[in-house]
């Protein structure tokens, strides 16, 4: 369903009327007005950023003109904020993801804020795993801060492991799945990118001026393409000493599998889960698909993925899902 023209952000995955950059910029609304919200975009989606987030200001949604990772893009937007908001407490989290407890996302959010608004803290959120997944990065959690509870020292930070692995970080209890979700104040992540990625800050130090000038687009289709193809987590993550993790359980996905959506959504007395109008007949553990206004009657399946997107139709076994990019090549 997700392809380059349109990503997955952009879908409405849960058949709830609302994407999922959508549904991320509606879970902020008690943490910070709309005004507020900035989205860092590749130059060919601004227009659907627009069009599905009509309460964003224009100037809030930044056009990079190639793709450079994460750490570009933070450093994009940080850069740009502090220019009216030199004192400016950001959250920064994927549009793609899947949250079930708002409520629950908030509170968390606001006491990591309210954690880093007058200190020089990173705070990751880490999610509760419940699960040996092998698909995600993993946080190992150290003590708790004696002066702010829920509040842990970071350890380390796994990359993705093995089945074998995974299942020792589960029983460890002390491992997080990394949701790439993070809160700092302005002032921090900017000294953090001075320090251990020096050639970036240089690189919008030298767009600074131009920002909300006539100049900007050229200044930064011109200079952001130079900078290095890095990841947060790379960038500053591994290697800065204030950082911090939050432990969380707000029924998070990144949705990167069918299997993933089908473990969030509510299921028959069979195991199956459904979008659209679906029948299931004499079926298990199936994760449908399909558009509001096709009618589909599915029987004798069992552990499959049913999907339809733009007259193309998938059907394949849930355990094979991983193939799925492979099958489309072909």
């Not at 793709?67 to 893009?73: D, G, L, Q, Y």
Request: hydrophobic share 40%; glycine share 4%; with cysteine.
């Amino acid at each position: 369903m997700s392809t380059p023209e349109c990503p997955k952000q952009f879908i409405d995955v849960m058949g709830c009327g609302r994407t999922l950059i959508q549904l991320t910029a509606d879970r902020f609304t008690d943490v910070c007005p709309p005004e507020n919200i900035w989205v860092v975009t590749s130059a060919k989606y601004t227009a659907i950023v627009k069009e599905q987030l009509p309460d964003i200001p224009e100037s809030n949604i930044l056009a990079e003109p190639c793709m450079r990772n994460t750490a570009p893009c933070i450093a994009y937007v940080s850069w740009k904020i502090k220019v009216k908001y030199p004192n400016a407490n950001i959250v920064v989290t994927p549009s793609d993801q899947l949250v079930i407890n708002t409520t629950e996302f908030q509170r968390v959010i606001k006491r990591a804020l309210a954690f880093t608004e007058n200190s020089d803290a990173i705070v990751t959120l880490g999610i509760k795993p419940n699960r040996p997944e092998t698909g995600y990065g993993y946080i190992a959690a150290g003590e708790e801060m004696e002066t702010s509870k829920e509040i842990c020292r970071v350890d380390a930070f796994r990359e993705k492991p093995d089945k074998a692995t995974a299942e020792k970080y589960l029983a460890a209890g002390n491992y997080l799945w990394n949701a790439g979700i993070f809160v700092w104040n302005v002032k921090t992540i900017s000294a953090a990118l001075r320090v251990y990625a020096p050639e970036i800050a240089e690189i919008f130090d030298k767009i600074y001026t131009d920002f909300y000038t006539e100049r900007e687009t050229e200044s930064i289709n011109r200079c952001f393409p130079d900078c290095e193809n890095i990841s947060i987590d790379y960038a500053v993550m591994e290697n800065a000493e204030e950082i911090y993790v939050m432990p969380a359980e707000f029924g998070w996905s990144d949705l990167g599998t069918w299997g993933a959506l089908r473990g969030l959504m509510p299921q028959d007395d069979f195991g199956n889960a459904s979008v659209g109008t679906v029948k299931m007949v004499e079926s298990t553990n199936c994760m449908v698909h399909v558009p509001q206004e096709k009618r589909v009657v599915i029987q004798g399946l069992d552990g499959y993925i049913v999907a339809e997107k733009d007259n193309t139709l998938l059907i394949c076994r849930m355990e094979e899902e991983q193939r799925i990019k492979e099958f489309s090549a072909e």
